[in-house]
């Protein structure tokens, strides 16, 4: 796995200052992520998972370990990935369309060039025909989506996303899921997804991260043999087979009380 890892985390902690003392969000973090593959990290609230996310991204420094991502050591802001967060964050005076060209122009990249790219986007995450209109008028999830196309317009080799269903309704998720499935597939990144969600981990990932309570340590990664395309409607049993046995991991560590 090291020979071939894109992303490396090798002894990786989290210590924040506060008022009462330091707080240890997260530590002994050794992951490694191949190219291309799609990594789901999945754990209780204060874990250390968004940390994780940032400091990978250079937008949290580290305070223990070393991170490095394509053989380079991490240690200020990353900027060639894409992120989407829990909220969309679009910005209300421009179009669904210029949003996501946002990327482009501060990048100061060529417009003509990635306006075919922006209009594909929209068009496989189900935005076709609302290219013109504003944020207010589309729906959370058709917002969602919106913020995914922005990330990956300049075609970034790492996509992080950070618990992007967050804010949505049950059936917003699913299908959002499904959309982040086909644009993964299509244009095969490096994905780091950050969830809450048991399923939604399963269901996207090639490997799933289950993380212990703060302050985190990786409790165990798992393999998901699921082929793709994955169809909510169409799982087979081994998909509650995963689901359950990472949800024995934590009503084992007292996360979940089932009984």
């Given at each position: 796995?090291?020979e071939?890892?894109y992303?490396?985390?090798d002894g990786?902690?989290?210590?924040?200052?506060?008022?009462?003392?330091?707080?240890?969000a997260?530590?002994?973090?050794?992951?490694?992520?191949?190219?291309?593959?799609?990594?789901?990290?999945?754990?209780?609230?204060?874990?250390?998972?968004?940390?994780i996310l940032?400091?990978i991204a250079?937008?949290?420094p580290?305070?223990?370990?070393?991170i490095?991502?394509?053989?380079r050591?991490?240690?200020?802001?990353?900027?060639?990935?894409?992120?989407?967060?829990?909220d969309a964050?679009?910005?209300?005076?421009?179009?669904?369309?210029e949003?996501?060209?946002l990327?482009?122009?501060?990048?100061?990249?060529d417009?003509?060039?990635?306006?075919?790219?922006?209009?594909?986007?929209l068009?496989?995450?189900?935005?076709?025909?609302f290219?013109?209109?504003?944020?207010?008028?589309?729906?959370?999830?058709?917002?969602?989506?919106?913020?995914i196309c922005?990330?990956?317009v300049?075609?970034?080799?790492?996509?992080?996303?950070?618990e992007?269903?967050g804010?949505?309704?049950?059936?917003?998720?699913e299908q959002?899921?499904?959309?982040?499935?086909?644009v993964?597939?299509e244009k095969?990144?490096?994905?780091?997804?950050?969830?809450?969600s048991?399923?939604?981990?399963?269901l996207?990932?090639?490997?799933?991260?289950?993380?212990?309570?703060?302050?985190?340590?990786i409790?165990?990664?798992?393999?998901?043999?699921?082929?793709?395309?994955?169809?909510i409607?169409?799982l087979?049993?081994?998909?509650?087979?995963?689901?359950n046995r990472?949800?024995?991991i934590?009503?084992?560590?007292g996360v979940?009380a089932?009984d």
């Amino acid at each position: 796995m090291a020979e071939e890892a894109y992303i490396t985390l090798d002894g990786v902690g989290k210590v924040y200052p506060s008022k009462a003392g330091p707080v240890e969000a997260c530590g002994d973090i050794n992951l490694a992520i191949r190219r291309s593959e799609f990594v789901a990290v999945v754990g209780p609230s204060g874990c250390g998972k968004t940390t994780i996310l940032k400091m990978i991204a250079g937008l949290q420094p580290y305070t223990a370990g070393s991170i490095q991502i394509d053989g380079r050591r991490v240690d200020g802001p990353h900027t060639d990935l894409g992120i989407v967060f829990q909220d969309a964050i679009l910005l209300d005076w421009r179009s669904v369309l210029e949003n996501v060209m946002l990327q482009v122009d501060i990048r100061k990249l060529d417009r003509a060039a990635y306006l075919p790219v922006a209009r594909h986007l929209l068009d496989i995450t189900g935005l076709k025909g609302f290219e013109n209109h504003k944020p207010f008028e589309l729906s959370g999830g058709m917002r969602q989506r919106a913020s995914i196309c922005r990330a990956l317009v300049h075609d970034p080799p790492l996509l992080l996303m950070d618990e992007p269903f967050g804010a949505l309704d049950a059936l917003t998720r699913e299908q959002i899921s499904m959309d982040i499935q086909r644009v993964w597939m299509e244009k095969r990144k490096t994905a780091l997804f950050i969830t809450h969600s048991i399923p939604e981990a399963v269901l996207l990932a090639d490997r799933v991260v289950v993380m212990s309570p703060r302050p985190g340590r990786i409790v165990e990664i798992i393999d998901i043999d699921l082929p793709r395309p994955r169809r909510i409607d169409r799982l087979p049993p081994i998909f509650t087979d995963y689901t359950n046995r990472i949800r024995e991991i934590f009503k084992a560590r007292g996360v979940l009380a089932m009984d």
